[in-house]
DNA sequence: GTATATAGTTCAGCGCGCTTAACTAAAAAG
DNA sequence: CTTTTTAGTTAAGCGCGCTGAACTATATAC
């Protein structure tokens, strides 16, 4: 009983440290580059869940059609998605991520992992080991919960 | 040499797998609350790196210092901060997060909190013991690093 | 004391994300 | 074939974060 919540708490205390570190990080990053927050999450959600339609956007976002609709003409506009035509439905669009949209989120990481790697040259070699132990199993963890 | 290739790769898989995710959850809960992204960033701060002046705020979120009264403004107007005048220096103003503040933020935590929770509760009472340790490690560093 | 630098505020104006509403086009239901 | 539902677009308008510029008040330099 009091090891779950010693688990727990070991758990809240890193999300606090990190994510939010995080968030400033791609805020930056956002305004560097001139786009928008918005617009980094699509495109960070197409280059780890693949191609998808425009309704799954405004869902996942929660936000209306139309705004998914402007929000994705103005990535395409400046070349880092493309919107093709859904062969098995004509009305649909098929939103998938151009090379240069790749290479723009690839970057975008590159800069926030600079300091993550600065974190871990500070470890041990045996250190490193038990962490990277440990966050494959949380990495697989997450992605047998989502199925 | 391919060992500490091998540590950056997971380091990175595993900000892959969570760091979007956590803003996607912070962004909902600003939503569902009324207050912007950057107001949260600004309590989030308040929050873990305690009291600060103005020009921090700006410093730190990149933004002039008529953007961070407009920001502070706000958020002392609906009581989630306080401003008052540095003895030390009297054109200063000194913010502190007010209780109603600290609850705000830990509530917004507390949801993000909760697949973190679920995804702990998948692992073997060994693995969670793996898993505490090395974040434990990861935590100190970090805490190491800012100094 | 005068001059200059620093901390913060106020205001006009801009761009952006977002919503609502009206619309087009294709698919599904009857 | 007609009706209705679904996928997406377009346009008007609102709120918000942000900037630049002008301003107040305190602190520092000479």
Redesign the interface.
Known sequence: MT??A???K???????????R???G???FA?STGLS?PQI?IL??LH?RGPCGMSEISE???ITPAAASQLVEKLAHVGYLERAEDPSDRRAKLLTLSAKGADFIKQG?EE??R?????????S?E??K??????????D?????DK
Chains 1, 2 share one sequence.
């Open positions: 090891k779950p010693q688990f727990s070991i758990l809240r205390a890193w999300m606090d440290a990190f994510m939010h995080s968030m400033r791609w805020h930056r305004k927050m999450s960070m959600q780890h996942r976002f929660d990481a926030r992992y300091w993550m790697d600065k974190l871990a040259n500070t470890l070699a250190d490193q038990k962490v990277s132990e440990a966050l494959t199993l949380l990495i963890a997450a992605k047998e919960m």
